[in-house]
């Protein structure tokens, strides 16, 4: 079955280390977003790819960086930069504009 | 004010009733989705909508450009719908704004 893979389901990181998020998809898709999502708030756009090797900055991007060197993958690092880095992450793909989003099962990190 | 208003916040219903979940926006639109998000994160996609009325089992959503607003409907509600159900509205750009969800609990 085709879907995204978010890996792992729970992260726990000291202050000050930097930390890798996992997202696969077999969807084919082109198009690949991070979200993140905080209680009490909407998802808010951290990065997003339209394409291979090319990625804009979301609403939220300082402190974290990402890569997309593969159709399938697009890995989220969350620097040491980041002020609060404990949240749930989301990673969602989809064809492009006005298309139906697919969402992963999320990764909750926990920076202490 | 929020782009993306959802009302209610929380909901508690009993199993078989019919259920409204309202989202209001300010913005322009191309698109608007229904979300579900299950008590372990994970989301899916219900609808997406551009005008009129879509319906998809128990679920139904409608939208209504004009008046910038749009409702998902459940009817003969299940306990296995308690979810967090999230409205998010999709600009020319492709940019999505989304709306801080409304948590649903049925119960038996």
């Not at chain 1, 980041?82 to 990673?91: G, I, M």
């Not at chain 2, 372990?40 to 139904?60: A, Q």
């Not at chain 2, 409907?73 to 492709?94: F, K, L, M, N």
Request: proline share 4%; charged share 15%.
């Amino acid at each position: 079955d085709g879907g995204i893979t978010q890996s792992p389901k729970y992260l726990f990181r000291k202050e000050g280390q930097n930390v890798t998020l996992s997202c696969e998809q077999n969807l084919n898709h082109d198009a690949m977003y991070w979200y993140r999502q905080d209680p009490g708030q909407g998802l808010r756009l951290i990065y997003y790819s339209q394409i291979v090797n090319d990625f804009q900055k979301g609403d939220i991007a300082e402190g974290y960086s990402v890569s997309r060197e593969k159709k399938e993958s697009f890995p989220l690092t969350v620097t040491s930069a980041q002020k609060n880095p404990t949240a749930f992450y989301l990673c969602a793909s989809n064809q492009g504009n006005n298309s139906p989003l697919h969402f992963g099962n999320g990764t909750r990190l926990t920076v202490t | 004010k929020n782009e993306v208003e959802q009302s209610p916040q929380n909901l508690t219903a009993q199993e078989g009733e019919f259920i409204t979940i309202n989202c209001s926006y300010s913005v322009g639109i191309s698109a608007l989705h229904w979300l579900q998000q299950h008590p372990g994160g994970g989301i899916v996609s219900l609808f997406m909508l551009s005008s009129g009325k879509k319906k998809h089992g128990r679920l139904i959503a409608t939208i209504n450009i004009q008046e910038k607003h749009s409702s998902l409907h459940i009817t003969a509600s299940h306990p296995r719908d308690s979810a967090v159900y999230i409205c998010a509205v999709e600009g020319s750009q492709g940019n999505l704004i989304f709306g801080k969800g409304t948590k649903l609990s049925v119960k038996p």
